[in-house]
């Protein structure tokens, strides 16, 4: 009896780690393909226009958030409480993909300010951002 | 040793370790624009960017080759998927985190330099035209 309950509590667990792994990986892709897909046209504009340093810069925006939120997702994937009956493994469940979607979203919010202020900074920027263009001062 | 902390320690190094190189080729293709704006000169900035990649894999591959000798024994399956979860987490967290350092230093450094720069522009122009 005693074991039966022990391979409940462990299957219930194994059924919360199939569940929570690729929905958290797939919100992530999703996300982060949604952002740095319109990024691109932020970068652009801050760039005027030079399409390999925008496609660059919004790459390297990408690895950065991906890293991150893929580390997150895995960091917080141990179930630490009791997981004996489906009750408690929906409510673990939802404990963590919920906070797994709000830390989402802010990083998304954060990664939006990033492009807002790179766009302001460009725009009201009249110094010459590459060396050559101080070149042609002297 | 236990056959789970075998599984886990191959699972770990292999996803670390492609994690890791992945990660370092795309930063090689796509930030060899940002040493070539700062020394015009192609080749040597090839060659820069083939050793900082260089540097980045012995600190990283050496890194997570470390952390594995830090390591409780395992007993079974369901505390080791957890476990090896949030280790390769730890992993993928501090590179994130080192590559918003190294994009935050970058852009520090450009903004000070130019400044800096402009500065000694103002200076010349002012002494030249005394």
């Not at chain 1, 509590?9 to 929570?20: D, F, H, K």
């Not at chain 1, 340093?53 to 919004?58: R, V």
């Not at chain 1, 409510?91 to 954060?110: A, P, Q, R, T």
């Not at chain 2, 399956?77 to 949030?86: E, L, P, Q």
Request: proline share 1%.
């Amino acid at each position: 009896m005693e074991t039966n309950l022990v391979a409940h509590q462990s299957s219930m667990m194994l059924v919360a780690y199939v569940i929570y792994l690729p929905i958290s990986l797939l919100l992530t892709y999703y996300v982060a393909k949604t952002l740095f897909k319109n990024g691109l046209t932020f970068m652009l504009d801050i760039f005027h226009g030079k399409t390999d340093i925008a496609h660059s810069t919004n790459k390297l925006f990408e690895v950065g958030f991906y890293l991150l939120n893929i580390g997150f997702a895995l960091l917080i994937l141990q179930i630490n409480d009791i997981c004996a009956t489906e009750q408690q493994m929906i409510e673990i469940l939802s404990v963590k993909i919920g906070g797994f979607s709000i830390y989402l979203g802010i990083m998304l919010f954060f990664n939006m300010y990033l492009f807002f202020r790179g766009r302001k900074a460009s725009r009201t920027n009249i110094k010459p951002i590459f060396p050559s263009d101080e070149n042609s001062i002297e | 040793m236990s056959t789970y902390f075998v599984i886990s320690i191959i699972v770990y190094f292999t996803c670390s370790a492609f994690i890791t190189i992945y990660v370092g080729k795309l930063c090689f293709k796509h930030g060899k624009h940002y040493l070539l704006e700062e020394l015009q000169d192609e080749s040597l900035s090839y060659k820069i960017n083939q050793l900082l990649l260089l540097g980045y894999y012995l600190l990283n591959l050496g890194y997570v080759t470390i952390m594995i000798s830090q390591w409780p024994s395992i007993s079974d399956g369901y505390t080791m998927i957890g476990f090896v979860a949030s280790k390769i987490g730890r992993i993928v967290i501090t590179l994130g985190c080192m590559h918003y350092v190294n994009m935050l230093s970058i852009y520090l450094y450009k903004k000070f330099n130019h400044q800096k720069k402009i500065s000694n522009h103002g200076n010349k122009f002012s002494s030249a035209s005394v």
